[in-house]
């Protein structure tokens, strides 16, 4: 794939490392990317020295600052945002790389396979796992209801995918959010709308391949 050196490098950032599939997924995104003039740099790429390490802290932080310098070195990103560990948030981790993107300025687009508003994902999540339904509030002084769930936390975000810091840093930054039913259709779009970000959507239409 020498090709892509030649591309703006882009961090595939997501849950996506934790998954029994993690590789072979990187090696289609990255595929991906390829078609449409970026250089997709998975969290993996760099880190050989890692699976040498014991599990421990020192390991975890190292990784860490491995993941850091990665997105250092990368001009734009694409995250997964999809809910992690059967709740309604995504990937916590995640959350954080895409402040960290958005605080130098980088562009990002984020795909997910869920299309639920966040409120829908909340809800499930807490009648599923919890066997408790959301409740609705209404102030008496006639303001919008709020709903809260079992712990009394209002269900906030309404009308977005995930936490509104986390779409709203990705929009921010020009983005915009794909859905699909399945993770490879999504992130092809999601890597398509970065791609018209940097080269002009126009470019993008004209010149993909693959």
């Given at each position: 794939?020498?090709?892509?050196?030649?591309?703006?490098?882009?961090?595939?950032?997501?849950?996506?490392?934790?998954?029994?599939?993690?590789?072979?997924?990187?090696?289609?995104?990255?595929?991906?990317?390829?078609a449409v003039r970026l250089h997709g740099i998975s969290p993996f790429d760099g880190q050989d020295e890692v699976e040498a390490l014991p599990p421990g802290k020192e390991t975890s932080?190292?990784?860490?600052?491995?993941?850091?310098?990665?997105?250092?070195?990368?001009?734009?990103?694409?995250?997964?945002?999809?809910?992690?560990?059967?709740?309604?948030?995504?990937?916590?981790?995640?959350?954080?790389?895409?402040?960290?993107?958005?605080?130098?300025?980088?562009?990002?687009?984020?795909?997910?396979?869920?299309?639920?508003?966040?409120?829908?994902?909340?809800?499930?999540?807490?009648?599923?796992?919890?066997?408790?339904?959301?409740?609705?509030?209404?102030?008496?002084?006639?303001?919008?209801?709020r709903w809260l769930d079992a712990d009394a936390m209002i269900v906030h975000s309404e009308g977005l995918l995930q936490n509104a810091m986390v779409e709203g840093f990705i929009r921010?930054?020009?983005?915009?959010?794909?859905?699909?039913?399945?993770?490879?259709?999504?992130?092809?779009?999601?890597?398509?709308?970065?791609?018209?970000?940097?080269?002009?959507?126009?470019?993008?239409?004209?010149?993909?391949?693959?």
């Amino acid at each position: 794939m020498t090709e892509s050196a030649a591309y703006p490098k882009v961090y595939l950032g997501g849950d996506l490392v934790f998954r029994k599939d993690a590789q072979q997924l990187f090696r289609a995104f990255k595929e991906a990317c390829l078609a449409v003039r970026l250089h997709g740099i998975s969290p993996f790429d760099g880190q050989d020295e890692v699976e040498a390490l014991p599990p421990g802290k020192e390991t975890s932080l190292l990784i860490a600052r491995l993941d850091r310098g990665l997105m250092d070195e990368c001009a734009a990103a694409l995250f997964c945002i999809d809910p992690f560990r059967r709740a309604a948030d995504m990937d916590p981790g995640t959350a954080v790389e895409i402040g960290y993107m958005a605080a130098q300025n980088k562009p990002m687009a984020g795909y997910t396979v869920d299309g639920r508003t966040y409120h829908e994902k909340v809800q499930s999540y807490f009648e599923q796992a919890w066997h408790t339904p959301l409740t609705e509030e209404k102030p008496p002084n006639g303001s919008r209801v709020r709903w809260l769930d079992a712990d009394a936390m209002i269900v906030h975000s309404e009308g977005l995918l995930q936490n509104a810091m986390v779409e709203g840093f990705i929009r921010q930054a020009g983005g915009d959010i794909a859905v699909a039913d399945d993770i490879l259709s999504a992130f092809r779009a999601a890597a398509k709308d970065l791609a018209g970000l940097i080269y002009g959507k126009t470019a993008v239409e004209g010149s993909s391949h693959g």
